[in-house]
Structures are given as C-alpha cells and as structure tokens.
C-alpha cells in the first residue's frame, strides 16, 4: 500500500512514517491525516515492528492544520463543519481520536523533529513516547492570537508545567531546541545531519524491550498521566475549544480569513506580532 502524503518504511523492528508534503511545510491536510492513521495501522498490524519513528521530509516537521484547505472548504468535512455539532463531530473523529490513538499506541514511538513543530505540528509530536529534535527545530503554539484557544489538545501544561505554558502560549513564545529539552519538552538535541540516524539509534535500544514489556510499561506511565488528570484536562480543553470556536468573535475571524484567503492570515499574524504585512 502506498500512502498519498506519508511514506512507510520498515527496517527490521523499526518502522518510520514520514510526513511528506515538504512543499507545504508539512501541513497536515485531511489526506495527512487519514495517512498517518492507515500508517500506524499497518504498524501495529506487523508482529515484528516495535518502534515507530515519526519524521517529517523537507525544512519542518509540520506547520500545523493546513488552513488553505479548511479556508477553502476542500476537505471532504466542509459541509459538516458548517455547524457547531458538525464541527464538534469532526474535531472528535479526525483530531482527537487519532491523536489520542497515537498517545495510547501499544509500541514505543519516537518523534523526530526538524524546523519548524508549531501548533497542532506540536500537538502530534508531544503524541509520541519520546521526541528528538534537530539543533534548528522551533516550537510554538500562536494560536491565541489568531483567536483561538490553543488547537484541540492543550499538551503545553504537560509537557512545560502551568507558569511555562502560559508564558509560551500568551506571549506567543517560540521555543528553540536547547530550550526545548532544558524544559523538558524533547529527550535529546542533535545536529540537523545527525537527526534520523540518532532518531533510529534511539530506535534500535528501545526495541531491545519485549513488546509485551513495552506495552505494559507504556500504559502504566500513561495511566499516571491519566490519575493525575491528562486525558481528562484534554477533554475539558477540547469542549471549550469547541465553544471559543463558534463565538461570534471566531465566526467573524473565520469568515474574514476565508474572504481574504492565506493572505488575511498573514496579515492578522503580523499585525498581531507588530510586525509589517
């Protein structure tokens, strides 16, 4: 099976998924998606495969959503995405979900990062068990000052703890890769020319734990997570992204950047930043 906007690769018990639409930044439109699913599926599908790299072909890891194609109404959800409840059924069924299921994945996975990991790019990425970033990777979530309240899992007070989370996400932060491990957001930092091979070095070891091991060390920390309350801060965040979405003030944003197209989103950003559009 080949993929439109993935590649799946095994190489004895490693498996590496890479984002490959380099062109668009790695934008994950509704075909991405969908891809990095049916990839992980034939992942868990393959009794030899115990770890899972995610890596992204190109300058970045992954932009985000795609917004032309949520501007434009390509995606096959357009309709549905004209109601709140159509809207709260497509996040559920094409973001959390799947993301949650990368999350709760039964073998180990490592996300390789390079460039830039912004918004819901870093969303997925903070999916796998373990992140390794290149010296130029970036991470940032703007969202907030597009109106929004983040993307659909606020991972930010998981992965840097409440005071860092709401410098990164109000001051709209971007955080390089040193920074990014001395906060404990990624494991290792390496040179970009050094990234997928360290990437399935890392690979290598943690495939030397028995699946059934991995497996049930993965969901015990997981469960941690959960006692403390992750999965259910997610869902909270992911209702009230649902109502911040469909106020008249993120209606009226919505329909000024579908008018104006990627340039009205250029321009609300710089202007936000301060910046010249």
């Known amino acids: 099976m080949d993929f439109e906007t993935v590649r799946f690769e095994t190489d004895g018990q490693i498996a590496t998924i890479t984002l490959n639409r380099p062109e668009a930044a790695n934008a994950q439109n509704t075909q991405m998606i969908e891809d990095i699913n049916s990839s992980f599926d034939r ?7 115990r770890v899972v790299i995610l890596a992204a072909s190109g300058k970045h890891f992954s932009s985000g959503h795609d917004l032309k194609e949520i501007l434009r109404g390509e995606e096959h959800w357009a309709a549905l995405r004209a109601t709140p409840e159509g809207k709260l059924e497509h996040e559920q069924v094409m973001y959390w979900d799947k993301l949650i299921r990368i999350r709760d994945f039964p073998k180990i996975t490592i996300a390789a990062v390079q460039g830039t990991c ?16 290149a010296d130029d990777a970036s991470f940032s979530n ?16 998981w992965e840097l703890g409440a005071r860092k989370a709401k410098e990164f996400l109000f001051c709209a932060e971007t955080l390089g890769a040193e920074e990014a491990a001395r906060a404990g957001l990624v494991n290792r930092v390496v040179a ?6 360290a990437a399935r070095e890392m690979a ?18 997981n469960h941690t997570l959960d006692v403390q309350g992750q999965r259910e801060s997610w869902r909270y965040h992911f209702m009230v992204h649902q109502f911040v979405s469909n ?31």
Do not use: N, S
């Open 192 to 197: 970009r020319d050094d990234l997928l091979m």
């Open 204 to 221: 290598g070891r943690a495939a030397q734990v028995p699946p059934v091991t991995a497996a049930a060390v993965k969901d015990t920390i």
């Open 247 to 277: 106020t008249a003030d993120a209606l009226g944003r919505t329909e000024a950047r579908r008018e104006g197209g990627m340039d009205a989103v250029r321009a609300e950003q710089a202007d936000r930043t301060g910046e010249q559009a």
């Open 118 to 133: 912004a918004a819901a790019g870093l969303m997925l990425a903070c999916m796998c068990d373990l992140i390794i970033a």
């Open 43 to 49: 992942a868990e599908a393959d009794d030899e495969i």
């Open 142 to 157: 703007p969202v907030l000052r597009m109106g929004g309240v983040g993307v659909e899992l606020l991972v930010e007070p």
